[in-house]
T-cell receptor, first 113, second 114 residues
Framework: SQKIEQNSEALNIQEGKTATLTCNYT??????LQWYRQDPGRGPVFLLL?????KEKRKERLKVTFDTTLKQSLFHITASQPADSATYLC????????????FGSGTRLQVQP | DVKVTQSSRYLVKRTGEKVFLECVQD?????MFWYRQDPGLGLRLIYFSYDVKMKEKGDIPEGYSVSREKKERFSLILESASTNQTSMYLC?????????????FGPGTRLTVT
């Protein structure tokens, strides 16, 4: 069956360190992958999109990698700040046919000052 | 800036009531989506629409219906609310179905069915 896995346990790191979040998938052939940030009681907010033919994408302190062989995406936040504390969701898009994304359940990041 | 608004932030309904959740987007997006979000289960797609009067079932459509009479408005209907439909409901929109576009989410409606 299709599955998207994100670490359900919260990730706790110290301010200034790099946070790395993982998104693994099985039985999908995604054409692209997106990462979202969600704060408590609010809707998710789009951060980055990476396509299957791209290895890496950067935006300011954020970096996403996409390895279709390992069926994995890594999401990095460098020089993390307490304001980065939130839940981060990955979402897969299969490109053709289905027009919707499939979301993982998210990983909560806590950055300690 | 794209704005997606939802009719209520909090809603309490009784079992068996008919419930309407409304979503409006202001950027002429083709696609609109309804999700529910539950702890540990993440975002699950209920229905989506890629054009006016067009809809497709998502992963968990049972107990729900939708209506899209105008491009900017997408309604989720619980025909007869049940306690297992207590959840956070999120509406989203995206520009087009022909390419990979990000989704813009509303603030969510926390529905409690008693």
């Amino acid at each position: 069956s299709q599955k998207i896995e994100q670490n359900s346990e919260a990730l706790n790191i110290q301010e200034g360190k790099t946070a790395t979040l993982t998104c693994n998938y099985t039985n999908y052939s995604p054409a692209y992958l997106q990462w979202y940030r969600q704060d408590p009681g609010r809707g998710p907010v789009f951060l980055l999109l990476i396509r299957e033919n791209e290895k890496e994408k950067r935006k300011e302190r954020l970096k996403v990698t996409f390895d279709t062989t390992l069926k994995q995406s890594l999401f990095h936040i460098t020089a993390s700040q307490p304001a980065d504390s939130a839940t981060y969701l990955c979402a897969l898009g299969e490109g053709t046919g289905r027009r919707a994304l499939t979301f993982g359940s998210g990983t909560r990041l806590q950055v300690q000052p | 800036d794209v704005k997606v608004t939802q009719s209520s932030r909090y809603l309490v309904k009784r079992t068996g009531e008919k419930v309407f959740l409304e979503c409006v987007q202001d950027m002429d997006h083709e696609n609109m989506f309804w999700y529910r979000q539950d702890p540990g289960l993440g975002l699950r797609l209920i229905y989506f629409s890629y054009d006016v009067k067009m809809k497709e079932k998502g992963d968990i459509p049972e107990g729900y219906s939708v209506s899209r009479e105008k491009k900017e408005r997408f309604s989720l209907i619980l025909e007869s609310a049940s306690t297992n439909q207590t959840s956070m409901y999120l509406c989203a929109s995206s520009l087009s179905s022909t390419a990979a576009y990000e989704q813009y989410f509303g603030p969510g409606t926390r529905l409690t069915v008693t």
